[in-house]
């Protein structure tokens, strides 16, 4: 039986061993926090994950909490300033609903299911000494351990990564009573431009379903003001208070806002970074990185959980496909690089998102106004980016592609 190692179980690291028990592999996982870590800590992240994505966890049985998971219906996208200005403004449900389970829920759940299914879990934090007897003692050894220091064994890509440092400082706040939407469920989008991002939708948390806010502040900007916080209620009090001052269209749903419980708060940053994929021990054997550790983006368009089952999709494949043979550095690249075909979409359009809008953007969120079929391409975007080529990115496309909707609705 062939033996692989995964180094971290999280979002990627889960999902592939579990597949690959299915396939009869012998698979360990090493997470350095165990189950009971993992539930009783902090959110990690808001985790909004779309139909495809969702799609590949279902194939493995992994959707557990489709009764009790409120939906994400649609996309919601509007940007103003402060006075009351309203610039973009449309909305549109999507093709298949969306859902966001708490990692917290999600995470302990599948290492549960993963040892029921015969899965070894070893609960240690992995260094270079560890990962040196997994890669001995293993066939294949991939590093999935997020946004963690192991990443470094990884060389960072300077012709794929576009930025060198955070663009966002990002705060999640978990919340109970917010006011509903009247349509439908959304992906909730204010922008008000140079100042920073207001995101929300709903999610399933310990204490039921829930809000979650994601407050995207521009660097240096008035929203970044995340180190005047120090308890959970500062917290929850500075997430209304800029909700109130730079997105006013929101406050009415904010009036009741209270937290789940006191670690259902986040700030942080995040440099976005593309990594090579072979990473090389002392002893000159190699690993394969995977999800964040190779593609980590900044969560402003909800894209990294998405991305980690797409990766998984991918991998998998590529070890069922390659039978008995060894995963030698030229795998392990090939590999990559099937995987890089689909992300680099996925890092294109973030990226896009944390700059200033090009002006053909512009015109594709003004038309979506104008056009419904429009506003539900773009709204299916967030489940797969790669449909935004070639014309979110280009002017003379842009403009071809908002004149055969036209010409559509005629
Ligand atoms: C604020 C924020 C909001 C986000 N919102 C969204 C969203 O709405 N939608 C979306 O799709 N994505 C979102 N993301 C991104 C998403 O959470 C990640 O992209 C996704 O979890 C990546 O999966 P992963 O398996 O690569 O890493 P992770 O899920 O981070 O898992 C890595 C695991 O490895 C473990 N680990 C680390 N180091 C070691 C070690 N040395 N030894 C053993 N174990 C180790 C960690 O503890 C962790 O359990 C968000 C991220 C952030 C920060």
């Not at 489709?66 to 939906?71: A, G, K, V, Y």
């Not at 007897?133 to 220091?149: M, N, W």
């Not at 929101?250 to 072979?278: F, H, M, S």
């Not at 106004?369 to 990115?393: C, H, M, Q, S």
């Amino acid at each position: 039986m062939r033996k692989i190692t995964i180094i971290g179980a999280g979002q990627a690291g889960l999902h592939l061993g579990i597949g690959l028990l299915a396939k009869g592999f012998d698979v360990t996982l090493v997470s350095n926090r165990s189950a009971a870590d993992i539930a009783a800590g902090k959110v990690m992240s808001s985790q909004s994950m779309y139909d495809m994505a969702i799609g590949y966890e279902r194939e493995l049985g992994l959707t557990l909490w489709d009764e009790h998971c409120p939906p994400i219906e649609g996309v919601h996208m509007r940007a103003g300033t402060r006075d009351g200005a309203t610039m973009v403004d449309w909305r549109s449900r999507m093709r298949a609903n969306g859902q966001s389970v708490d990692q917290r829920i999600k995470m302990p759940a599948w290492m549960d299911l993963f040892q029921r299914k015969g899965g070894r879990l070893v609960v240690e934090e992995a260094g270079i000494a560890e990962i040196e007897g997994y890669a001995e003692r293993s066939d294949l050894v991939l590093v999935a351990t997020g946004k963690g220091e192991l990443g470094r064994l990884f060389e960072r890509d300077a012709e794929r990564s576009v930025f060198d440092h955070p663009m966002r400082t990002i705060s999640l706040t978990y919340v109970h009573g917010m006011k509903p939407r009247e349509d439908f469920s959304a992906l909730n989008i204010s922008i008000n431009p140079g100042i920073g991002e207001y995101v929300n939708f709903p999610a399933l948390t310990h204490t039921g379903p829930c809000d979650i806010i994601n407050l995207e502040c521009i660097e240096g900007g008035p929203m970044d003001r995340w180190s005047e916080v120090s308890t959970p209620a500062e917290h929850l009090a500075l997430a209304t208070e800029l909700i109130h001052e730079f997105f006013p269209w929101e406050a009415p749903r904010c009036a009741q806002l209270r937290l789940t419980d006191d670690n259902g708060i986040l700030v942080g940053r995040v440099t976005p970074t593309v990594r090579k994929p072979v990473g090389t021990l002392p002893s000159g054997r190699r690993v394969l990185g995977m999800a964040d550790v190779l593609v980590l983006n900044d969560p402003i368009t909800g894209q990294g959980s998405n991305n980690a089952a797409k990766c998984v999709k991918v991998y998998l494949d590529a070890i069922l496909e390659h039978g008995a043979r060894t995963f030698d550095a030229d795998w392990m690249s090939e590999t990559f690089e099937r995987y890089w075909d689909y992300a680099q979409w996925v890092t294109r359009f973030t990226n896009t998102h944390l700059l200033p809008p090009p002006p053909q953007v512009l015109k594709v969120f003004a038309a979506c106004g104008e056009n419904p079929r429009l506003a539900a391409r773009v709204a299916n975007a967030f489940d797969d980016p790669k449909g935004l080529a070639p014309w979110y990115y280009d002017p003379v496309e842009a403009d071809r592609f908002i004149e055969s909707f036209a010409v559509a609705t005629a």
